[in-house]
């Protein structure tokens, strides 16, 4: 059912060639953030307002599209922006990563490699690595212009001073092409390595700080480190009690008041798909 | 080793009317390599002034003040500074230091400026306080609590601590006991055995007559004093 | 890009002679206005390695504004900074912007009046050290931290407070690690900008008895601004008086405040309160 009210994607054609242009510029400058005239769109900030409107610009009448939240493609804010699109843009949609070409997604990197001709859409509150330590965006700009990133390892070393060990599991600073320093959203760092050379087209969008920055296919993603406490891409040390997976994501899920707890797959169509044929965890149902 | 030649100095008081006060005219000195030179005269005749001028202290209006070959007078302040680390050494009457610096550490100072190593400078220090009888408990503190004498034997101890080729001592003795005063004496004494020029001001006549080679009277070179 | 295992050629420099040559920085000429109004005007002067420089003059004579110049943190109307760089003596006037951000942070130092524009108050006391060593490119955490530790005791911070925010330290630590954080690159020429300010006597004195042990040690170059002229006594080989923009005095530190020549410097010497 299609709203005949809106244009095709909710956003005008003009907002659209705005936002494809600051794409583009991302696309030709890998990780560098491109400002753009980001719209009001019918939902708050913090709810993906960025990654929407990038959506909204990529989508073409023929794309089939994937929503997922934390992996999920059952939580509310997938669920809405799913419908948003169903409804202003009349598209296919799906929940499984193979058949999508277009995926937004919030805080993760679907299991199943992407291919080439995808494009991955992240929702992105804060894009600017440096903010926490400097807050002045006309330093943080200068910064990046000059490639002057050891405050991005200062970072790191309270980390490690605090903790010892880089506590950093989200958001986990990336260079890329040995050039710009990013924000890879806050996707977990064990996600971090599926950013570098990867098959798909990868967009951020951050629509209260205005920003859109891309890699492009087979673009070269480093997470950053110390020579004595390397990148690790960690994950709770368990397989997944539905679908038996030991090398995905997972999500801690308490089950009761007496301590018990699962862990599943976060990515809900990969872990659908290992059940529907036949993969079997810990706490999976008996066969009737 | 000093040489001083038509050497004449002015005070312009621009706060009280612009005066100008003429205070030295065609002073000249000469002190060779192991003489001790007192400098004479009664008490604001310049005496102090002269020494200060040949530290570099006072700007001196003209003439010239040479100082193993750097005349004073015109030399950049670079060049005083070096002459003043290496060459020049100075006992004033004041000791003037960081507050909470330890003695130790204040003798053993012109030293590691030098760049002598911290313990051979620091043993330096120790063997002149020890001989000029600062106790060794006080060695960690600074000397700005000590009594009079005890400063003045810091200061000394500071001045000698450098083998300085010329050295300029204002009242080294004064405020010292018997048994001080002896040891500060037999210091110049061993001071010029080695080569060293010394200008001095003694108020003490019995250690001026012990030390000095000869005496210059510096009321001849006060205007207005000068007959 | 330097590696991390190199980091040992920060923690000692051997002092420089000071009658070297070359000066290490030198001034031509240097104005900056304000509108109609003079900042500083036709300011020159050489300063050579090892040397201790104090600029002094009362409030509005220009010598924040001159200290900022020279810093390059403000660019000046006309005349020549020039620094004796690696690849020999260049006006940082015509240096790139990127040139100057790195000479900042290598070659050069700015310790700040006030600690809180100097540090990184939400850092710990090693990450605000480690700072300019992972800026020049230092990857291995523990010699960062053995590094950052050494520094902490060379300005007298107690090694167990590496960990600890700069919002926990008493004004003179902020300033003591200020220090740190600017020297732990071993550089050549250090601006301090009223560096005693706004501190208890006692804890001034301590400061001045360690800037004296570092600029010896290091052999370092300092520029200091400050109104406090037994500061200078105390620290600066020579001494600068500056009044409504221009250098009205300038000579040996003991010269100029014993034996004054100009009007200006005689009232200011002549009014300072005597304890």
């Known amino acids: ?100 070409s277009v995926i937004q997604t919030r805080h993760r990197i679907p299991e199943t490699p992407l291919r080439e001709g995808q494009i991955l859409v992240y929702q992105v509150p804060i894009p600017e690595p440096l903010r926490f330590l400097e807050p002045r965006e006309t330093e943080t700009r200068k910064m990046h212009e000059l490639e002057e990133y050891g405050l991005m390892h200062v970072k790191l070393y309270e980390d490690i001073a605090r903790h010892g060990q880089i506590a950093t599991s989200y958001a986990y600073p990336v260079k890329v092409e040995g050039r710009y320093v990013m924000d890879p959203s806050p996707i977990p760092k064990f996600d971090n390595p599926k950013l570098s050379d990867n098959a798909a087209l990868q967009l951020f969008g951050a629509g209260r700080e205005q920003r859109i920055y891309a890699l492009p296919p087979y673009t070269q993603v480093v997470s950053l480190d110390f020579d004595d406490h390397p990148f690790e891409a960690g994950k709770a040390p368990h397989d997944c009690d539905l679908c038996g997976a030991g090398e995905s994501y997972l999500d801690e899920v308490i089950v009761d008041d007496a301590g018990g707890r699962m862990f599943v797959c976060s990515d809900t169509d990969f872990c659908a798909s290992r059940q529907a044929v036949g993969h079997r965890g810990r706490l999976s149902p008996e066969e009737v | 080793m000093i040489e001083i030649s038509n050497l004449c100095k002015s005070f312009t008081l621009h706060n009280q009317g612009g005066a100008v006060i003429p205070v030295m005219a065609g002073a000249a000195l000469s002190v060779a390599p192991g003489e001790c030179v007192g400098l004479v005269g009664a008490s604001g005749a310049g005496k102090s002034t002269l020494m200060r001028m040949i530290y570099g202290n006072y700007l001196a209006a003209s003439g010239r003040i040479e100082v193993a070959g750097v005349d004073v007078a015109r030399a950049a302040p670079r060049e005083v500074i070096a002459l003043r680390r290496q060459t020049l050494g100075y006992v004033s009457q004041f000791l003037r230091v960081v507050p909470r610096v330890p003695t130790l550490d204040v003798v053993a100072e012109p030293l590691l400026v030098l760049g002598v190593p911290a313990d051979q400078a620091r043993a330096r220090a120790s063997d002149l306080l020890a001989r000029l009888n600062i106790p060794e408990r006080l060695w960690p503190l600074s000397p700005t609590t000590f009594s009079g004498g005890e400063q003045q034997r810091v200061n000394i101890a500071r001045g000698f601590a450098h083998a300085y080729p010329a050295l300029l001592l204002d009242e080294p003795t004064a405020s010292l006991d018997a048994t001080n005063r002896e040891v500060v004496l037999s210091m110049i004494d061993e001071a010029k055995a080695r080569g060293a020029a010394i200008v001095g001001i003694f108020h003490d006549e019995g250690a001026r007559e012990r030390v000095c080679d000869r005496l210059v009277d510096v009321t001849g070179f006060t205007p207005g004093l000068a007959a | 890009m330097m590696e991390g295992s190199d980091l040992s050629i920060f923690a000692k420099k051997k002092p420089q002679p000071m009658a070297s040559t070359a000066p290490l920085l030198r001034v031509e000429g240097l104005t900056k206005r304000y509108g109609a109004r003079i900042g500083c005007a036709d300011v020159s002067f050489d300063l050579y390695p090892g040397e201790v420089l104090g600029i002094v003059g009362e409030s509005g004579s220009g010598k924040s504004t001159l200290l900022s110049c020279l810093a390059g943190h403000m660019a000046p109307d006309a005349g020549r900074v020039i620094f004796d760089t690696a690849e020999g003596p260049r006006d940082t006037r015509e240096m790139s912007e990127p040139e100057r951000r790195r000479l900042a942070r290598t070659d050069w130092a700015y310790v700040h009046q006030n600690a809180r524009d100097g540090l990184r108050m939400g850092v710990s006391a090693g990450g605000n050290v480690g700072e300019r060593l992972m800026a020049v490119g230092a990857r291995h955490y523990a010699d960062i931290r053995t590094t950052a530790t050494d520094w902490l ?123």
Not at chain 1, 66 to 72: E, S, Y
């Open chain 1, 1 to 100: 059912m299609t709203d005949q009210a809106y244009n095709f994607a909710y956003l005008d054609e003009q907002t659209k060639r705005m936002i494809r242009r600051a794409i583009l510029k991302g696309v030709a400058v890998p990780g560098y953030q491109v400002p753009f005239a980001s719209r009001e769109m019918p939902m708050p900030y913090g709810w993906g307002t960025g990654g929407v409107q990038v959506t909204s610009a990529c989508l073409m009448p023929e794309d089939c599209l994937k929503v997922i939240d934390q992996g999920a493609d059952d939580t509310t804010n997938a669920v809405s922006i799913r419908k948003f699109f169903q409804r202003t843009a009349g598209v296919q949609v799906t929940e499984a990563t193979a058949e999508a």
């Open chain 3, 153 to 275: 005791g060379r300005v007298e911070i107690a090694p167990e407070r590496i960990d600890d925010r700069p919002s926990a330290f008493s004004g003179g630590m902020q300033q003591r690690l200020q220090i740190a954080r600017n020297l732990v690159t071993g550089p050549r020429l250090v601006f301090m900008d009223e560096p005693t300010g706004g501190l208890d006597v006692s804890v001034q004195a301590r400061l001045l008895d360690l800037l004296r042990g570092l600029v010896r040690e290091m052999g370092l170059s300092v520029l200091i601004v400050t109104h406090d002229l037994a500061v200078v006594r105390l620290l600066a080989d020579r001494l600068m008086v500056m009044k409504g923009g221009r250098v009205v005095e300038q000579g040996l530190t003991d010269q100029v405040l014993d034996d004054p020549q100009h009007a200006y410097t005689q009232l200011l010497v002549s009014s300072v309160l005597q304890v």
